[in-house]
């Protein structure tokens, strides 16, 4: 016991040194645990700014930092990185951060590659329009509202199936989205199979998970 440990808030454990402490305040546990994992740099470099390859912080399942930057890596606007793939792609424009992350990480334990965006200003300048596949739309936004969007994309003639998602829209409203082409109209709070199945008759296929509850 003559040595001095340092505990933090998840219960890790270190000992103690007179180098400099980072202390990392995030209310993300996968974000905390994967960036303290991060490699100690070596003692020449103390003091210095390290030149690292780039990469990603893995923080849905704790990958390496430093990856290799030959395969094509897609970014949402809440800074969620993924692989791409052959797979249908299905992004969430939703204003709700917590709809989003738990939209998305429902989607994505389903095998369904799934992107986020704050805005559909964001969607619109992603660079995503055109592989997207199928598109969960909030319908009230701040900016431009998912009735807005829906109209956009059709005189641009990027159609896209859309299942719009909205807990306080009027009937008008709704008959208003259906009218233009929307897939499916869906109430939140919505059951997580109801969501899937909206998604799977659009996409044609049936997604993995068959876990009941509420988004």
């Not at 989607?107 to 992107?115: I, M, T, V």
């Not at 319908?139 to 807990?167: C, D, H, K, W």
């Not at 009027?170 to 259906?178: C, F, G, K």
Request: proline share 4%; hydrophobic share 35%; glycine share 8%.
């Amino acid at each position: 016991m003559n040595k001095t440990w340092l505990k933090d808030t998840d219960g890790c454990e270190g000992k103690a040194s007179e180098s400099p402490l980072v202390s990392i305040v995030d209310d993300d546990v996968s974000v905390r645990r994967s960036t303290q994992r991060l490699p100690t740099a070596p003692a020449s470099t103390r003091g210095k700014w390290l030149s690292l390859n780039q990469g990603t912080v893995e923080f849905s399942c704790c990958g390496d930092y430093c990856g290799g930057m030959n395969e094509h890596l897609l970014k949402d606007s809440d800074g969620s990185e993924e692989k791409s793939s052959g797979g249908p792609l299905v992004s969430i424009v939703d204003d709700d951060i917590s709809v989003r992350r738990s939209t998305q990480r429902l989607l994505r334990s389903s095998g369904l590659r799934a992107k986020v965006f704050a805005s559909a200003e964001d969607f619109l300048e992603s660079g995503c329009v055109k592989e997207t596949a199928c598109l969960l739309l909030d319908l009230s936004m701040p900016g431009m509202n998912g009735l807005a969007l829906q109209r956009r994309l059709a005189e641009t003639g990027q159609m896209m199936p859309i299942v719009f998602l909205s807990a306080r829209a009027s009937e008008e409203e709704e008959s208003q989205a259906m009218k233009a082409g929307a897939a499916s109209f869906l109430r939140k709070p919505v059951s997580k199979e109801a969501l899937l199945q909206a998604i799977g008759a659009v996409l044609g296929i049936l997604p993995n998970n068959k876990k009941k509850g509420m988004l």
